[in-house]
Every structure is written in structure tokens, then in C-alpha cells.
């Protein structure tokens, strides 16, 4: 097929895989998107514009080359596009099926402009590596020649698991150490399976294990070893443990049974996927199953446990938003999928207790408007005169971020820097803590962030480890 399989947007219009029905999805937690069949996904390829500056790479912040590997699908070269995909991304299958690319790659297509629908990126990108794992084109991971050093790599989320890949590669010995039973961070515990069906993570770990990548599961640094014992095993140090704790919402009967954080929620729910012991599921705390659900937030964490809680059988779902739709956090085709499946979004809503005692049984809500933009420059929500009201409320979920752990009292290293939020500190050039050859990576720098950044953190400071590394061991070679 030749070049001119390209610039089709006009006369071809834009078309994602098919989903299935909202009833037939809401039964289980499958992915709730077909894939493509190899020609319409050439055919949507084939609309690309191939623009001479590709904004929907300059917002990825991979900066993937993607109208070099839309041009190669559209001509059928579907091994060379997969392998340039791959080229800059250690998970392009799990990028494809998770990424906001209405606000990030699609968002910002020349196309979308113009009014004609944007390049359906996301859906290709799945496309491209799913049929690369089928075909065997997605090869072993081969070790370096041994360097004779070791890194250990605390964490084994997206940013780790990325960091771990390269750095492996390059000949270094490599132990992930993870507080979970399995590798994956959120991609495994956090994220639900009609997003990111679990055994697409596991494959990637299984990947990682078999180049001689070392898993120590189970393992919560400070407790099992300190940093500083891992710090006498290890030439280097990666902390990349992501950001866990919940943001505080202190707010009256925010301590009654029924109140909880959306991670723990999201992790029970997974687990059982698994088929794992969840007592917590299992005697009704963590399972939505016949109650009257409200979620407080707008992100994508918000999303995904509005939609968690349709599937475990909710009498009904409420997301209480302070702001309104056009000014939310979370992805439109996330809401727009909640929609479909049952959720009731009640925007300009923000919560002032928890009602009940000991259990909650509402929650009081006051209604909101939106003022004068803040420092953000979105319009700032401030309460509206119109009045409080109440909803039913048997299980409420606060899905409104996540703040950094105290990582200095985790890890017993009082001395590691972090800044006034609890962020690591880190040098901006090397990625270096303030402890000498402990580099830090991902959430716990930048704050609560998208796996895709994450995976393009992994990969930075892999490459500054590398270096540093290297000039170690070249220092210790002219001292001996």
C-alpha cells in the first residue's frame, strides 16, 4: 500500500472499536471495548494528517512517534509499527487502553480542530502491540553484558517496572522490592479490569521475571530491611512507590463505618478478581453490592469506582462533583461511559458531613457555584445560597486524590529530603535524593500523576542512573 493511503480524514470518518452494551458490561469486569479488526484500524490510521508538527506527540509525554507508527498501520507494516511504538514506550498496550488521550494525544490532534474527529490513537496503539504479543514479535527481554552492579528498585509500579526494564538492558543486576504479593502497582491493584484486564499486566511482569529481574513481593522496605540495609546491598538505589495515601477530608462523621478511602476500595475489588481471601469484601465494608453508593471527586480514580460500584451490584450510584462537567479532572469518555452504565453525576455538589453515627446512612450536601478563576485558572467552586440537601448514603467513597506517604519514618531514613508536601526532593538534573546513590522517580517527585508520566520517569531516570553508575564504577576502577 503506498504513501497515499494517508490524509483520508475528510472523506473517511472517525470510528472506535465497538462497546459492548451497558447492560452486557455492567455483569462483569472485562474490557468494555472490541478491538479492532486489522483493516478498520489501517482505514483509521489511514486519516491521519500526518502533520508537519505532530501536536499529538508534543502532548504525549512519552512524545511517542505517533503519525510514524499511524502511517506504517495504515500501509499494513504492522510489525515495524509496533516496534516503533515500542521504541519509546515500555507498555504501549497498557498506554492504549488507559491513557486520557482525549486530553493528551487525541485531544490535541490537528483534525479534531478542524471538526472532522480525531485520529482514534489510543485504539490503534492496543491494536498494534496486541497483535505483536499474538504474533510473537514482542521479544524476551536480553540482559546487558554484566556490569558486575546491582540496583535495587523499591516499587514495582509502572515507574519501576519501566526503570527496571532499561537498567536491566544495560547490564546491571536488578531487584524490584514491592509491598504487595504481585508486581504492578495500580496497574494491577488500583485500576479496574474493564480498563486494564489484568492478565495484560501480568505478561509485562512475566516478561521482566524471565530476563533475571529479581521480585522480592511481599516486601515493605522499613519493616523487612530498612534503606539503609538495601542501601549495603545495592550500588544504587530507585525509590518509585508511587503515592498511596489518601487526602484528608475532615469533615463531621467522616470516621463512621461506611466511609472510605476509594484505593481501598479499588484494591478489595481486584483482589477479588484474583480470587483472593478479602475479609473486608467479604463481610460487606468493601462491596457495593445492594447499597446506596455516593463518590465524592471528578478524577479518574472517581470514575473508576463509580463504575466498580455499578458492577458489584449497587442499588445506586452518585458522584458528587464540586464543579461542573466542563470543569472536572477525569476523562469525558469515562463520564460519558459511567453515564451508560447507571452512574448519576451531581455537579456543583460538594459534601459538609456524614450523617448516621456510628454507620452513615447520608450525606449533607451543599450546593456549589463557581466564583472567579483561582491560581489554576479554573473558576473556583464556593458555596451557592440555594441551600444544603441530603442523599442516601450506605457506602461513601473519597476518591479525591492522593498525597506522598511519610517515606523518611517508613523507610527509617530520617534524613531523606522531601519537600513541604512530602515529596522526595530530588536533584533536577541526576534525579538523585539528597542520600548519596538514591535516586527517586514518578508520584512521590511530581505528585499524583498519569501512568503514562510515570512510565516516562522510569525511563529518565534510568538513563541518569545509568550514567551515574557507569562513572562509579570507572572512579572505583582508577582507585584500585
Known sequence: MANDSMLKFVGREQSYPAKRTAEERTDDFREIAQRYAAE?????????????????????????????????????????????????????????????QDRLCEGNCVIEFTGHGAVTIGSVEKFITDTAWENGWVEPLVPGKSRGQSV???????????????????????????????????????????KLEKPIVMRRVERLKAAGIVFHEDFAVGHDASLDDLRQRHDAILIATGVYKARAMDLPGGGSNGVVPALDFLVASNRKGFGDAVPAFDDGSLNAEGKDVVVIGGGDTAMDCVRTAIRQGAKSVKCLYRRDRANMPGSQREVANAEEEGVEFVWLSGPQSFDG???????????????????SGRRAPEPDPAGDYSVNADLVIKALGFDAEDLPSLFATPELGVSRWGTVLVDGKTLMTSLDGVFAAGDIVRGASLVVWAIRDGRDVAATMHKWLKTKAANAKVAA
Not at 514491592?178 to 474493564?194: C, K, V
Request: with cysteine.
Open 40 to 100: 478498520p484500524a489501517e482505514e483509521q490510521a489511514g486519516r491521519c494528517s500526518q502533520c508537519g508538527v505532530p501536536y499529538c506527540s508534543v502532548h504525549c509525554p512519552l512524545h511517542n512517534h505517533i503519525p510514524d507508527w499511524l502511517r506504517l498501520t495504515a500501509e499494513g507494516r504492522l510489525r515495524e509499527a509496533y516496534e516503533l511504538s515500542n521504541a519509546t514506550s515500555t507498555m504501549p498496550e497498557i498506554c492504549g487502553r488507559i491513557c486520557p
Open 152 to 194: 535495587g528498585v523499591i516499587g514495582a509500579g509502572p515507574a519501576g517496572l519501566t526503570a527496571a526494564e532499561y537498567l536491566r538492558g544495560h547490564g546491571y543486576d536488578v531487584h524490584v522490592y514491592d509491598r504487595y504479593d504481585r508486581a504492578g502497582g495500580l496497574l494491577t491493584y488500583g485500576i479496574p479490569g474493564f
Open 357 to 375: 453515627g456510628d454507620v452513615v446512612s447520608s450525606v449533607k450536601v451543599r450546593k456549589m457555584r463557581l466564583g472567579a478563576p483561582d491560581a
